[in-house]
């Protein structure tokens, strides 16, 4: 099988849809097929707590550096989309929340305050008292608020439904006439000026697309399409792995309180982040990361299921949880390697020759990795090198009845989950 397009994309997660919607839609015009391997979102975006940072828990952290700067712009970015004002119209998109909460352990003196006058930070972080907290915070014992007690945050950080996201953008990119494809990419060549070649598979046959630009959006497959595409000895990319936590009341018990924020200790990591939504059976999940996931990873699956009750008890000590099911999930966050080895704060976008690899860092960075994708694109595009993209007038030429990849299901929805005590 043989087809030509102006550029090919490959993987379905938020780096990779953002991108096609844009290269795809009325006024540019490119001719973009879009291959995923296995499901829309299926890796980490699916798998993202869906929280649009504004920068704080940057600023938490030691380092405030560039990326701070531009994320502090993203809440207002993504706003503007999810009010249709701008593209792509994400006005689909199910928020969970409209802003999330810090607060701090029992007896722990807080850093917040102090963060939250920082000049980095342009979202509101306003202190909550008692009469304004609701969820799982609301039950906190009146005698411990205030002084060296529990203080609550609020910041306007918006919370996603990544679900709701990815199907939003799938449907933006298939009115901007992208082709999504479910195959497997496995091997991108630059041609020089007469653009690049992808070989993938499609339903167990190899298919090869001529195109005149080939973004990698693989989260962690670019790894190996990016060496094979750009020769490169030296390590462009790594993973750093998480072991997520998700939990639910039994059934017969009350719901979980719902919550979405971080709890604070001392250290720039917060304890626990937890990101509250329903399940397939109606229950409320409490999605869990933060240090529990980060030091979790040698973890076994029972150990980190101790873990995560033990940093329930120490963030929200006055909650009476009775027979909590318990699930864990391992994945690996996809980020660039820069230079010095350390981990990049912001997105990071690269380009050799015809062969783009974007690697967002965060989902809130997502528009501008599209941005970037758009500038790469139209530098190779006026170069006059490759195929001339959307003025060279090829469009897409595929065959019409290749696989189109479905929206994958929430962690907690997928498959085979195992949740002790269930
Ligand atoms: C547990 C977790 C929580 C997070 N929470 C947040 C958060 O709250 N806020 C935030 O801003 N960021 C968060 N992030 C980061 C954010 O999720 C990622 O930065 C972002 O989703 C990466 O998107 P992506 O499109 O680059 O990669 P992915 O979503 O991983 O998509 C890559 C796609 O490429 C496909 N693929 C791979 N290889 C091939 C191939 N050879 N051929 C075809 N397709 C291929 C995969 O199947 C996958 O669908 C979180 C990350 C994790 C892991």
Redesign the pocket.
């Known amino acids: 099988m043989r087809g030509a397009c102006d550029v090919v994309i490959?993987?379905?997660?938020?780096?990779?849809l953002w991108s096609a919607v844009e290269l795809g839609r009325g006024g540019v015009g490119f001719g973009v097929v879009l291959?995923?391997?296995?499901?829309?979102?299926?890796?980490?975006?699916?798998?993202?707590?869906?929280?649009?940072?504004g920068g704080i828990k940057y600023a938490l952290g030691e380092s405030v550096g560039d990326a701070s700067r531009v994320i502090a712009g993203m809440p207002a970015r993504w706003r503007a989309s999810l009010r249709g004002e701008v593209a792509p119209d994400l006005r689909g998109v199910r928020v969970l929340s409209e802003s999330q909460v810090l607060w701090t352990r029992p007896g722990i003196a807080s850093r917040v305050a102090g963060v939250a006058a920082s000049a980095v930070i342009r979202t509101e972080v306003k202190r909550l008292g008692r009469e304004d907290v609701a969820g799982a915070l609301a039950g906190a014992p009146r005698g411990r608020w205030g002084g060296g007690g529990i203080d609550v945050y609020r910041v306007d950080e918006q919370v996603l439904e990544p679900r709701s996201l990815v199907a939003a953008l799938a449907a933006r990119a298939r009115e901007a006439r992208v082709r999504l494809v479910r195959?497997?990419?496995?091997e991108v060549e630059q041609g020089g000026t007469s653009g690049a070649r992808v070989r993938?598979t499609v339903r167990g046959a190899m298919m090869e697309i001529e195109a005149s630009a080939v973004v990698l959006?693989?989260?962690?497959?670019n790894e190996a399409?990016v060496a094979g595409a750009w020769r490169e000895s030296t390590a462009a990319a790594q993973l750093r792995p998480?072991h997520?936590v998700m939990a639910r009341a039994a059934r017969g018990e009350a719901e979980l309180p719902e919550v979405w924020g971080h709890c604070i200790g001392s250290s720039s990591l917060p304890l626990l982040t937890i990101?509250s939504q329903r399940g397939g059976d109606g229950r409320v999940v409490w999605y869990m990361?933060g240090a529990l996931?980060e030091e979790g990873v040698a973890r076994s699956e029972a150990e980190q299921r101790k873990a995560a009750l033990a940093a329930i008890r120490a963030c929200l000590p006055w909650l009476r949880l009775e027979r909590l099911e318990l699930a864990t999930l391992r994945?690996?966050?996809?980020e660039a390697r820069t230079g010095d080895g350390r981990r990049p704060e912001g997105p990071v976008v690269v380009r050799v020759g015809n062969v783009i690899a974007?690697?967002?860092?965060?989902?809130?960075?997502a528009p501008v990795v599209a941005d970037r994708v758009m500038e790469e694109v139209r530098a190779i595009v006026g170069a006059g090198g490759g195929r001339g993209g959307a003025a060279s007038g090829v469009g897409v030429s595929l065959p019409a009845d290749l696989p189109e990849p479905e929206v994958a299901p929430l962690p907690w929805d997928r498959e085979g989950v195992e949740w002790s005590g269930a």
């Open positions: 490959v993987g379905g997660g938020v780096a990779g291959v995923e391997a296995g499901e829309l979102g299926g890796a980490q975006t699916i798998a993202s707590q869906g929280i649009i940072h195959g497997e990419m496995v993938m959006a693989a989260g962690a497959g399409l998480l997520m990101s990361g996931a994945i690996d966050r996809a974007a690697w967002p860092t965060k989902l809130a960075f």
